[in-house]
């Protein structure tokens, strides 16, 4: 039996014994860092906004992201943007955060984005024509659409007619003359889908935009409109 001294004396040990946070056994995890790796075992698919830190998300969404759109535009179709570019953009959108904030759960977003940005471009195309087009044929029927779109398609690739705002041919009396031409890439279907892309960035002031034309969507907006004549 132990007695009441005996007793005393073992508690008052246990009490100063100091207590302090375990960081060098690996099978525990302080809490500061739990979240971090919770997200590390994330597959890559999993990714969502709600993983980030929330006090990034509505940012994310209203400023990094047109930022982002602006650095698609000015890539080359397909290819894969500038990280560089993207995370300077980042950086323009948090000032307050370590450039190494732009990680593998934003740059996941991102690539989700991206996907959706392109997709649109086909989307404006084919609500374009079947909206404001082919409602102006005199027999809107699949043989008058595609008879249209064969001749939209026209010509060498670079001068095909639905690229300019005006595209005249000659009569049949003057063989010999050549085309009217002018305004390239200014018809109208190349405006309206081309304007998806400068609505998607819209919100960055105009004094912080990009020099950078946006080459990488004009061709994706051409891409786009030869690709649903195509498929007429």
Not at 11 to 24: D, E, G, H, N
Not at 189 to 207: E, R
């Amino acid at each position: 039996m132990i007695d009441a001294d005996t007793f005393a004396i073992s508690y008052q040990i246990r009490s100063l014994a100091k207590v302090v946070p375990t960081t060098t056994v690996t099978a525990f995890i302080n809490p500061s860092t739990s979240s971090q790796v919770a997200h590390s075992r994330l597959k890559k698919e999993q990714i969502r906004l709600s993983h980030l830190p929330p006090r990034l998300q509505a940012t994310f969404e209203s400023v990094f992201i047109p930022r982002a759109r602006e650095v698609f535009g000015y890539t080359a179709p397909w290819a894969t943007p500038d990280i560089d570019d993207l995370t300077a953009s980042w950086s323009d959108a948090f000032p307050s955060e370590d450039a190494s904030s732009f990680n593998v759960i934003p740059q996941k977003l991102v690539e989700d984005r991206l996907h959706a940005w392109r997709n649109r471009f086909a989307s404006a195309a084919l609500t374009y024509l079947q909206n404001h087009v082919f409602p102006l044929l005199e027999s809107n029927s699949t043989d008058a659409r595609a008879e249209l779109c064969t001749w939209l398609l026209s010509g060498e690739e670079h001068t095909r007619p639905f690229y300019f705002r005006i595209y005249e041919e000659p009569d049949e009396e003057e063989l010999a003359a050549s085309e009217e031409v002018k305004g390239l890439f200014q018809s109208a279907i190349v405006s309206a889908v081309l304007g998806t892309h400068i609505t998607a960035i819209s919100a960055i002031p105009a004094a912080e935009r990009s020099k950078r034309r946006p080459v990488g969507a004009l061709v994706l907006t051409i891409q786009a409109v030869s690709s649903v004549c195509y498929s007429v």
